[in-house]
């Protein structure tokens, strides 16, 4: 069983710069992808970035150069670096793995908020 743990979010002016960070515990399997997701007052969740086992990133549209994802793989975690932070990025944010050959599950962390107001 893996269990994942947030930490970082908080409450921050537009413009401004948060660190999330994640840690997983027991196996996350040798081809996996760390990622993290966004869910938003009515919306529904979705991918904000992705890093695979070998290293390779995805982000989305909304976040390209404002956001950097990066992983430890001997620590087993992830992070995410926001910068420029808008009002509409404000969200529960929530760590995720998914473990790949030959396991082929999801793991998600119980989210943290991330508000962006002035």
């Known amino acids: 069983q893996v269990q994942l743990v947030e930490s970082g979010g908080g409450l921050l002016q537009p413009g401004g710069s948060l660190r999330l960070s994640c840690a997983a515990s027991g196996s996350i399997g040798s081809i996996n992808i760390m990622g993290w997701y966004r869910q938003a007052p009515g919306k529904q969740r979705e991918l904000v970035a992705a890093v695979t086992s070998d290293g390779t990133t995805n982000y989305a549209d909304s976040v390209k150069g404002r956001f950097t994802i990066s992983r430890d793989n001997a620590k087993n975690t992830v992070a995410l670096e926001m910068n420029s932070l808008k009002p509409e990025d404000t969200a529960v944010y929530y760590c995720?793995?998914?473990?790949?050959?030959?396991?082929?599950?999801?793991?998600w962390g119980q989210g943290t908020q991330v508000t962006v107001s002035s």
């Open positions: 995720h793995l998914y473990r790949g050959k030959p396991l082929y599950d999801n793991y």
